[in-house]
T-cell receptor, first 113, second 115 residues
Framework: ETGVTQSPTHLIKTRGQQVTLRCSSQSGHNTVSWYQQALGQGPQFIFQYYREEENGRGNFPPRFSGLQFPNYSSELNVNALELDDSALYLC????????????FGPGTRLLVL | GDSVTQMEGPVTLSEEAFLTINCTYTATGYPSLFWYVQYPGEGLQLLLKATKADDKGSNKGFEATYRKETTSFHLEKGSVQVSDSAVYFCALSDQRAGNNRKLIWGLGTSLAVNP
């Protein structure tokens, strides 16, 4: 069974640029959640996707957007990057919508200069 | 809104010492409670969970009991190892949210175990 994978592992961007992060969910999982984890902080919920539709969103501006594909993989897009967007971005998948047990990928560390 | 408060770290222990990491929560509904662990350079891993009052979650020698009367879910281990060095996160999920459940996290407690 393949676990949750994310790419890239590290990324450096400059302020104002756009970035796309990718996540492959665990086999058989149809729900993907994205979290932002700033250094020394707990993860903050960005949004969740279920069967290609957004299923809940945290307190993040619209420049954070996402997609889920028919194979349940997902993308997180961030436009007009700001310095405060520097963080570890975590993807988690769960077997069902509303499933409490989430399986996390290793994360993508984004640095905005 | 719902929230989770963890004891501040870092916590430094010697190998075979007893570990307690405190976690308390505020929730208006009926939360499920979780402990996740993040080893250096890795993503988060579910360590244990409990879904109702008085439930005890356990895994890899770690235990935590869901205490509704004290709104707590303290993590304990009787004898820590160097390999337990990691950051531990307490989290909750409101069961009333149904299909829109999301995890609400504490800030994390860093544990360093010395040989």
């Amino acid at each position: 069974e393949t676990g949750v994978t994310q790419s890239p592992t590290h990324l450096i961007k400059t302020r104002g640029q756009q970035v796309t992060l990718r996540c492959s969910s665990q086999s058989g999982h149809n729900t993907v959640s994205w979290y932002q984890q700033a250094l020394g902080q707990g993860p903050q919920f960005i949004f969740q996707y279920y069967r290609e539709e957004e299923n809940g969103r945290g307190n993040f501006p619209p420049r954070f957007s996402g997609l889920q594909f028919p194979n349940y993989s997902s993308e997180l897009n961030v436009n007009a990057l700001e310095l405060d967007d520097s963080a570890l971005y975590l993807c988690a998948s769960s077997l069902v919508r509303g499933g409490e047990t989430q399986y996390f990928g290793p994360g993508t560390r984004l640095l905005v200069l | 809104g719902d929230s989770v408060t963890q004891m501040e770290g870092p916590v430094t222990l010697s190998e075979e010492a007893f570990l307690t990491i405190n976690c308390t929560y505020t929730a208006t509904g009926y939360p499920s409670l979780f402990w996740y662990v993040q080893y250096p350079g890795e993503g988060l891993q579910l360590l244990l969970k409990a879904t109702k009052a008085d439930d005890k979650g356990s895994n890899k020698g770690f235990e935590a009991t869901y205490r509704k009367e004290t709104t707590s879910f303290h993590l304990e281990k009787g004898s820590v190892q160097v390999s337990d060095s990691a950051v531990y996160f307490c989290a909750l999920s409101d069961q009333r949210a149904g299909n829109n459940r999301k995890l609400i996290w504490g800030l994390g407690t860093s544990l360093a175990v010395n040989p």
